[in-house]
């Protein structure tokens, strides 16, 4: 399982394709748009996933593990 972390995450572009091919695991995501990220949090199941607004504030030392930076 490849973890990733899905920055500037839009409405989950890169997450729904590696949703269908599997074999990745999303620890997190990054959207400045509210809207955007409301849809995104509708369309995913992002239980248990950080969740931040703006990437300018993420305290890299408190992000999950990851293999991969979308």
Not at 19 to 44: M, N, P, S, W
Request: aromatic content about 16%.
């Amino acid at each position: 399982m490849i973890r990733y972390f899905d920055a500037f995450a839009g409405i989950g572009g890169f997450r729904s394709a590696f949703e269908r091919v599997g074999g990745f695991e999303c620890v997190g995501y990054c959207e400045i748009d509210h809207h955007a990220r409301k849809a995104y949090q509708t369309l995913y199941d992002t239980g248990g996933e950080v969740c931040y607004e703006d990437i300018r504030t993420v305290d890299t030392a408190a992000m999950p593990d990851f293999e991969l930076l979308c």
